[in-house]
């Protein structure tokens, strides 16, 4: 079956610094990749959504220069946030799907900024 | 995309079936019903999804009403591992468009 695999599963950095995630489809193409955040207790909030070789497109509200998104190649795609804050502190998690047939989901990547 | 609802939370006792209902009434005709889940600190896990027909896998039942307005997911044996937060998505298949998520419902196996 489809995988993805995120990486790191966990990360603390200082405020300040950045930090990148990745998200990598082992098994299949990717065409689009969709990048979500979590609050605690909170459902998944769509961020912003990626296509190779394209600019991602945002969500409103979300800032794309604070969080940076990359996807050059049909399975490799990384989520950049800069000069992160607590506020950021949040789970991070992205999915791939190919022509829209299946989405599968990473693990998640839980931000810590202190 | 047609919106959903959800109960915000069940509780089921071990063993037993855990019928999860989903309100979808403004769906429409090429929209399909997608069930996923998220266990506590994961990515979510696709479970099923259906278009009109009922439909079964090794991990859950789907059953869509006729008029296609609503739609139960059913784990036919609840196990403790089975505690998580059900969604239930409806939109088109097979464009690159996103999938969102509502609230869902949060089910509780107890022992």
């Known amino acids: 079956g489809a995988v993805v695999s995120q990486h790191p599963s966990r990360v603390i950095c200082k405020s300040g610094t950045s930090v990148k995630i990745e998200c990598r489809s082992l098994?299949?193409?990717?065409?689009?990749m969709f990048w979500y955040r979590q609050f605690p207790k909170q459902s998944l909030m769509l961020m912003a959504t990626?296509?190779?070789?394209?600019?991602?497109?945002?969500e409103q509200g979300v800032e794309k220069d604070k969080f940076l998104i990359n996807h050059a190649s049909l399975t490799l795609s990384t989520l950049t946030v800069t000069s992160a804050h607590p506020e950021d502190s949040s789970f991070y998690i992205c999915?791939?799907?190919?022509?829209?047939?299946?989405?599968?989901f990473g693990s998640g990547t839980r931000l810590t900024v202190v | 995309d047609a919106k959903t609802t959800q109960p915000p939370s069940m509780d089921c006792a071990e063993g037993r079936a855990a019928n999860l209902p989903c309100n979808h009434s403004?769906?429409?005709?090429?929209?399909?019903v997608y069930w996923y889940r998220q266990i506590h600190s994961q990515g979510p896990q696709y479970i099923i999804h259906?278009?009109?027909n009922n439909e079964t896998n090794e991990m859950a039942s789907l059953i869509i009403t006729e008029d296609r307005k609503s739609s139960t997911l059913i784990l036919p044996h609840a196990t403790l591992r089975d505690t998580a937060v059900y969604y239930c998505?409806?939109?088109?298949?097979?464009?690159?468009?996103?999938?969102?998520f509502g609230a869902g419902t949060r089910l509780t196996v107890k022992p």
């Open positions: 999915s791939a799907t190919r022509g829209g047939y299946g989405y599968t």
């Open positions: 098994d299949f193409q990717a065409t689009t």
């Open positions: 990626s296509n190779e070789g394209s600019k991602a497109t945002y």
């Open positions: 403004t769906i429409s005709g090429n929209e399909y």
């Open positions: 259906g278009l009109k």
């Open positions: 998505i409806v939109r088109v298949r097979g464009n690159n468009n996103d999938m969102r």
